[in-house]
């Protein structure tokens, strides 16, 4: 409706009507395109929490962080000091025997059948490479981030 009354109108068009017209097609746009705008704020939640992971990377390696719920002995809540780095509660999976650890990191984290996106963080030989097959399979929705770090979308 706005956009027949600023082409009729267009010589009297108010910048509060254009601002109108923009903040529809804004819209408009992330509701069809929203994988696009997802990715964005994947990216940028990355970089922004990455150096706070590690911290929590270098806990758990050297035992400071534990599993910790006793519903499960794979999750750890992460104490209120650290912002929220895993999404779904703030929990994150830890998966170590000995010196190697795998650590996972919710994105988007689904408690039913719809996949789950995850960063993981693992220096086991065995999850390495299911994670490099998982990139080769699926390289759209899984991909390599850093050395030991991987992306992942999963059920």
């Given amino acids: ?11 009297a068009s108010t910048k509060l009507r254009f601002l109108k017209i923009l903040t529809f097609a804004i819209l408009f746009y992330l509701t069809l395109y929203r994988w ?15 150096d706070k992971r590690m911290e929590i990377v270098d806990q ?3 035992d400071k962080l534990k599993s910790n719920v006793s519903w499960n002995n794979w999750i750890c809540k992460l104490p209120y000091e650290f912002p929220i780095v895993s999404h779904g509660g703030n ?6 025997d000995k010196e190697k ?8 984290r689904n408690f039913f059948s719809a ?8 220096t086991h030989e065995e999850d390495i490479r299911y994670f490099e097959e998982q990139v080769a399979k699926n ?3 899984n991909w390599k981030l850093q050395t030991n770090w991987y992306r992942i979308l999963s059920e």
């Fill in 1 to 11: 409706m706005q956009l027949f009354k600023l082409i009729k109108e267009r010589k």
């Fill in 36 to 50: 696009t705008f997802d990715k964005v704020i994947e990216k940028i939640d990355w970089h922004l929490l990455y």
């Fill in 60 to 62: 758990v390696k050297n």
């Fill in 91 to 96: 929990d994150i999976g830890i998966s170590k």
């Fill in 101 to 108: 650890v795998t650590i996972t990191f919710f994105v988007f």
């Fill in 115 to 122: 996949p789950s996106t995850k960063f993981i963080y693992t």
């Fill in 139 to 141: 390289p759209t929705n």
